[in-house]
Each structure stands twice: as structure tokens, then as C-alpha cells.
């Protein structure tokens, strides 16, 4: 989506810009990256073009339904660390496996630009739904993703699970190396086998609870039911037959 793109920019710069300060003494490896940034960047610009009249104007056919700012700061923090703001319900599970993520990436020096990355979205997402203050003042910035809070949250969910995939891959071989003292015959991949059947087990659960909060979101959030047609609804119980009806 048009939406995304602006982002996806940022993103890419940032991790190759990562490789090429890693790699700065060598050539190859610096030109091959900024054609690599040059590339996703010459494909974005092509596929914004229809888009960037409608986005200096500030007009677009989803402007009627940009989200007013609605939370406060806390609240927003909340909803990122049990990743509430990405589906209805939460998923304090996944938010503890990317506090977990983080954490190891920062001890093990890596995954520099993805931390960046992560900061970019969460910036974003608070300037898009807090209401007041500082971060309120940033919002003008999220045009691009028509102001919303679940445009903006994408992001945050698409970066923040790479933090979740390095603490479980650190899990399992973390796991394996403890089984592998213990019982030397076991192998390599018990560790990874474990991790994978919690993961799995993990997702089962969320799977059967995840899609009555989504239908019940839908429902809600669809309907647009407000009170002026509750009104309307009830008028017509008291007035009109049920033929009629």
C-alpha cells in the first residue's frame, strides 16, 4: 500500500547504511549496497508518483477517516509492549519476546539498525495516536500513513518480530548447548526443537482465541453504529410493525 512506502525507504537506508559503515574500507561492498539503496529507492519513487500530488494537496480518498489522536502517553506504551495496537485483543507473549530480543541485541552489539528501525515505527505510532504534548506537535509527519494509528502500527509489527526471532533462535541455541553438556548424544537441534514446539504451541492458542476478537472488532468498528442510528432503530421497534420493519 502507498501508505507504506515512505517508510519502507527509511528502513532500507538504515540497514544498508549499517553494512556500509561496517564495511567502510571496502569498496565492493559499499557500491554494491548503495545500489542496492539506490534501487528500492528509483522503485518506491515510481510507485509513489500517482500518490505525491494528492500528498502535497493533502487530499486522499482515505482522508475522511484519519484517526483523531485518542491516547495518552502511557497508554500508548502500553499498547506497544503487549502489542494491543496491532489486533484486537493482546499479545503480551510476543511483546515479552521482543523486550527479551532487545535486550540480547544490545549485549551481543547487533541488529544495530533494526534498533533503529524499531525507534523509527514507535516514533511514528506515538505521533499518530498521543494526544497532547510533545509528540502530539510530531503528527503532521504521519500523513503519508493518513494519520492513523493502524497504519502506522504495521511497521512497528513487521520490525519489532525480528527481535522476537532473535530471542527465540538465542533461546534455542542457548538450550542446545545446555542439553549437549547434559546428554552429549542428543545433537544439535533438540534445543531448536523445543523452542519450536513452545513457539508453535504459542500460536495454537493465540489461533483460536485471536479470530473472536477479531470478529468482534469487525462487528464494531464496521457497523459505525453511533447513537443518533441506535436512536433510529429503537424509534422504529416502537412504531413500526414488524412487516413494516
Known sequence: HTSQLALLVVLVAVIEGETMWRNRHEFAVIRHRAVNLLF????????????LLKLVSAASER????????????EAIGAIVDFSFAMPGTQA????????????A????????WTLCLLATVV???ATVVSSGFWHMLRP???PWYYSGWRTSYQIALVAS???GYALATGASGLDNVLKRWQPRLGD???SAVVAAAFVGLGLTTLIQQPVDIVRHAYESNARTKTSMQHAFDYLTEHATSDEV
Open 124 to 126: 511514528l505510532f506515538l
Open 93 to 104: 507473549a510476543l511483546g515479552a519476546l521482543v523486550v527479551v530480543g532487545l535486550w540480547l
Open 141 to 143: 509527519i504521519t500523513q
Open 189 to 191: 537441534s533438540v534445543g
Open 106 to 113: 544490545a549485549r551481543d552489539r547487533t541488529l544495530v539498525a
Open 63 to 74: 482522508q475522511v477517516f484519519a484517526e483523531t489522536a485518542y491516547l495518552r502517553f502511557a
Open 162 to 164: 525480528v527481535f522476537a
Open 40 to 51: 528500492a529507492s528509483g522503485i518506491v519513487v515510481v510507485l509513489y508518483v500517482p500518490s
